[in-house]
């Protein structure tokens, strides 16, 4: 049978983020390139990586991924780096817990220097890498990370093994679908502006209490 013609099309900027050698390249290449290699080449800068995604019968999702090398954490590039993301993946690695450590750090970075459209902050997923391994210290308790998730604004957690293949693609997809969540809350939210515009009628106009939703 043929495609959709009207087939709707999302790209969408996802940031790479977290500590020296956490995994962020490797989550990539095996996302993208079904790739793993246990030999270790830092990032220097950034780099780029698409992935396309068949979303659903009228919908393809191309993900723009950037992987940014850990040590940009003490560089100022950044805030352009990190310019029209809509979505984040924050790794550490879980056999080292200085690297759990410095996520908070990441989080600060992000949200201070990038928000959505609408003022929101970009939904980001914390990535607890390397789970085919021991693991080191708060990571251990899941409920523990799951307080410290909300606690810290992240959309959630998954344990990700980039060697063994584990929850890459899972949690892609959980971010992919708040995305485009946002997205079409956003597309709303400007149809309602435009409606303020240009319709001419006082009583078109709402206040923001009236539009509802939640928080
Ligand atoms: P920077 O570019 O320096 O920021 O590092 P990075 O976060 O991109 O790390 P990279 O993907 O280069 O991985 C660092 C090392 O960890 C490499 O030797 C990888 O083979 C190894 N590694 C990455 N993911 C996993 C994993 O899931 N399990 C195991 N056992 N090793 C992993
Ligand atoms: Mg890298």
Known sequence: ???????????????????????????IKRYVHQFFSQHYRATIGVDFALKVLNWDADTIVRLQLWDIAGQERFGNMTRVYYKEAVGCFIVFDVTRASTFDAVVKWKTDLDSKVQLADGSPVPCVLLANKCDQAKEGLVNNSNQMDDFCKEKGFIGWFETSAKENINIDDSARFLVQRILENDSNIKRDEEDQ?????GSKQSEIKSPKEKGGCC
């Open 1 to 27: 049978m043929a495609g959709n013609p009207e087939k709707k099309e999302h790209l969408y900027k996802i940031l790479v983020i977290g500590e020296l050698g956490t995994g962020k390249t490797s989550i």
């Open 194 to 198: 435009d409606r303020i515009t240009l």
